[in-house]
């Protein structure tokens, strides 16, 4: 069974930065992609960043030169690097696991940015 526990997250100001991890068990981690979407309130989800198996990754505009994606296949564990957040960053941030036909998600973490 795929399991994807988070942590990170959290309360900061505008300009701060934060991290967070995903933990993937259950599934052989270094060939899928893996991801991080989010979901602000009253919004539907939406990706933020994604890196594949070989490592190449993609970002939404909003968060370019700003996040990070990475993954340690070592650890089963995919990072998202979080720099100068702005108060529109604020959402609840999902990890994904996409094993082509399943799809598995992380249980979720509020990132709240203030101004």
């Known amino acids: 069974q795929v399991q994807l526990v988070q942590s990170g997250g959290g309360l900061v100001q505008a300009g701060e930065s934060l991290r967070l991890s995903c933990a993937a068990s259950g599934s052989i981690f270094s060939i899928n992609a893996m991801g991080w979407y989010r979901q602000a309130a009253g919004k539907q989800r939406e990706l933020v960043a994604v890196?594949?198996?070989?490592?190449?990754?993609n970002y939404a505009n909003s968060v370019k030169g700003r996040f990070t994606i990475s993954r340690d296949n070592a650890k089963n564990t995919v990072y998202l690097q979080m720099n100068s957040l702005k108060p529109e960053d604020t959402a609840v941030y999902y990890c994904?696991?996409?094993?082509?036909?399943?799809?598995?998600w992380g249980q979720g973490t509020q990132v709240t940015v203030s101004s």
């Open positions: 890196i594949t198996s070989g490592g190449a990754t």
């Open positions: 994904n696991e996409n094993q082509g036909v399943y799809s598995y």
